[in-house]
């Protein structure tokens, strides 16, 4: 469905010469990663809202996918794959954040997310082949990857200070734990990978 729709957005514009004809694929598989992203964060909002818990769900994505993108770690094959276990995993969480977190300590909390912003340090980026990474990428994105643990750690200690923000703690933490299980999952592929071929 999201590729039709993005064949259909390319070859309007192929039409309308706003779009080179020889650069249609390049820009279907863009539409069609953009559409996908759209719809993928539209549906967690939509979920955030039966839950009742749309600024946890802004802080949620707000934290995910700058991580994401630069961790790296596992990715489905299709759009739909990608949309679709994008939106289970959101669910998860926040079914994770709104009924389990309030059963959780602080101080619990606290462990966790370092435990998992030390487990994507020490292992991002990660590739996979879905999206392959060359070696001056992985230096910048290892990089990066440093710099936004950096600002979500000093974030996370700062709302820890306010008992009417540590509601908020529990969804920063879900945001980075599903990262490091995205690499970890991207990690032990690769490594099994590895072992068959020798």
């Known amino acids: 469905m999201i590729t039709k729709l993005a064949e259909k957005c390319v070859a309007a ?8 004809a020889d650069e249609s694929a390049f820009f279907t598989f863009a ?7 759209a719809f993928g964060i539209a549906t967690c909002l939509i979920i955030g809202a039966i839950f009742q ?5 802004i802080i949620y994505l707000l934290f995910f996918i700058p991580l994401r993108t630069f961790s790296g ?3 489905a094959g299709s759009h739909l794959k990608c949309y679709v276990s994008s939106v289970l995993l959101f669910g998860f969480s926040v079914f994770l ?3 389990i977190g309030v059963l959780l300590q602080l101080f619990v909390i606290a462990i966790v997310f370092a435990c998992c912003a ?11 082949k879905n999206k392959p990474l060359s070696e001056p990428e992985v230096k910048k994105c290892r990089a990066k990857v440093k710099v936004i643990l ?17 509601r908020y703690t529990v969804f920063i933490l879900l945001a980075v734990m599903t990262v490091a299980i995205l690499v970890g999952i991207s990690k032990i592929a690769d490594a099994v990978k590895k072992r068959s071929a020798i």
């Open 13 to 20: 514009s192929v039409k309308g010469k706003i779009i080179p």
């Open 97 to 99: 954040g709104v009924y």
């Open 53 to 57: 818990c749309i600024i946890e769900s």
């Open 31 to 37: 539409f069609g990663l953009m559409l996908s992203q």
């Open 118 to 128: 030390l487990a994507v340090l020490l292992t991002a980026p990660a590739e996979d």
């Open 73 to 75: 770690g596992f990715h």
């Open 150 to 166: 950096s600002l979500y750690s000093i974030t996370f200690a700062i709302l820890c200070c306010f008992s009417q923000t540590q």
